[in-house]
């Protein structure tokens, strides 16, 4: 169970640790440099090419984003069912599934700053 592609590219959060925790625990993402009170983000690992960047609220210019946001993972298709026991066994709620005109099937859920989280598989749109 792992991610194809990461879709967005950061995070600005209240609450970092919390959430650093969370995606870690996303299909092992893999946090680079620790977060603390000297550094401003956490590089994870997201997919082989891929990283999501996790800033604390304030500590970058121009990377506050305020109120929440949403970030797409892209999965297998055999990987979906793994997913949504994974968030059960988590007791992170599923807020909706969908399937889209293509055939894609997401999954949608909140990460500890409330922040739109999604697993998707191929047949979204016609270019993935």
């Known amino acids: 169970m792992g991610f194809w592609k990461h879709h967005s ?12 925790v969370e995606y870690s625990a996303l299909s092992r993402l893999e946090p680079g ?13 997201a997919g082989d090419r891929s990283v999501l ?3 604390k ?6 990377t506050n984003a305020i109120g929440a946001i949403h970030i797409a993972f ?8 793994a997913w949504e026991r994974w968030l059960k066994e988590q007791g992170i709620s599923i807020e909706l599934r969908k399937t889209w005109k293509y055939g894609g099937e997401a999954l949608y859920f909140r990460d500890p700053d409330g922040h739109l989280l999604e697993v998707v598989t191929p047949g979204v749109w016609n270019i993935y």
């Open 9 to 20: 590219t950061s995070r600005v959060l209240l609450v970092p640790q919390n959430s650093i």
């Open 33 to 45: 440099e620790p977060l603390n009170d000297e550094t401003r983000l956490c590089p994870m690992r």
């Open 74 to 81: 892209g999965i297998a298709r055999c990987d979906l069912p």
């Open 53 to 55: 960047l996790l800033f």
């Open 57 to 62: 609220r304030g500590a970058t210019a121009d």
